[in-house]
């Protein structure tokens, strides 16, 4: 699977010197949220090396097909080893992929559950929330997938969003605190890429 690179950097660069950045630092203290009560939950649970652990809720009602993905994955030790290799402070972190540079995925591809591929989902992007990455492709999705450390609404319609952190917030912010990307992109390189020990499917 090529050029899987997360389409947040047009986003993010149409931002650039727009406020998005004052916008995002405001954004901060924001609880995680969403539009509508989330429906039958599943729950995970990420480890990430030195960090700590990331509780999630995963929103089967809403996104059916991404929730099934990411458990089946997670279930079969596929995100076990693998990083975060795309990291914006003040943003998101992104990992999932198994080249770790935002070109790889895994072997099936899915529907993108977002109001612009024609599927409703009230999930919004606001601080704390899961959602999966992909390419031009609406329907490009694999494994790489994102959590926002900030409010970003401007994703919603356009991604799909399929879950929120309930625990370890401050794990995902801390990352991105200390991430030292090399670009205006958020790589990281190999080396300095924080490692996710496992993705648990707990309920």
């Known amino acids: 699977m090529k050029k899987t690179i997360l389409m947040l950097a047009a986003f993010v660069l149409l931002l650039t010197g727009c406020g998005a950045k004052q916008t995002?630092?405001?954004?901060?203290?924001?609880?995680?949220?969403?539009?509508?009560?989330?429906?039958?939950?599943?729950?995970?649970?990420?480890?990430?090396?030195?960090?700590?652990t990331i509780k999630l809720e995963l929103d089967e009602?809403?996104?059916?097909?991404?929730?099934?993905n990411f458990i089946k994955l997670a279930n079969d030790g596929f995100y076990n080893g693998l990083t975060?290799?795309?990291?914006?402070?003040?943003?998101?972190?992104?990992?999932?992929?198994?080249?770790?540079?935002?070109?790889?995925?895994?072997?099936?591809?899915?529907?993108?559950?977002?109001?612009?591929?024609?599927?409703?989902?009230?999930?919004?992007?606001v601080k704390g929330v899961?959602?999966?990455?992909?390419?031009?492709?609406?329907?490009?999705?694999?494994?790489?997938?994102?959590?926002?450390?900030?409010?970003?609404?401007?994703?919603?319609?356009?991604?799909?969003?399929?879950?929120?952190v309930t625990e370890g917030m401050e794990v995902a912010e801390q990352i991105a605190k200390d991430a030292k990307p090399v670009d205006n992109n958020g790589t990281i390189p190999p080396d300095q890429q924080p490692v996710i020990e496992s993705i648990?499917?707990?309920?």
């Open 24 to 52: 995002a630092q405001n954004a901060q203290t924001a609880a995680p949220q969403s539009a509508e009560p989330f429906q039958k939950l599943r729950r995970a649970e990420i480890t990430v090396k030195d960090y700590g």
């Open 61 to 68: 009602g809403t996104a059916p097909i991404t929730v099934a």
């Open 84 to 125: 975060f290799h795309r990291i914006m402070d003040g943003f998101m972190i992104q990992g999932g992929d198994p080249d770790g540079n935002g070109t790889g995925g895994a072997k099936d591809k899915i529907k993108g559950e977002f109001a612009k591929n024609g599927v409703t989902n009230p999930i919004s992007h």
């Open 130 to 164: 899961i959602s999966m990455a992909r390419s031009n492709d609406p329907d490009s999705a694999s494994s790489q997938f994102f959590i926002t450390v900030a409010d970003s609404t401007f994703l919603d319609g356009s991604y799909a969003a399929f879950g929120r």
């Open 200 to 203: 648990v499917i707990t309920d």
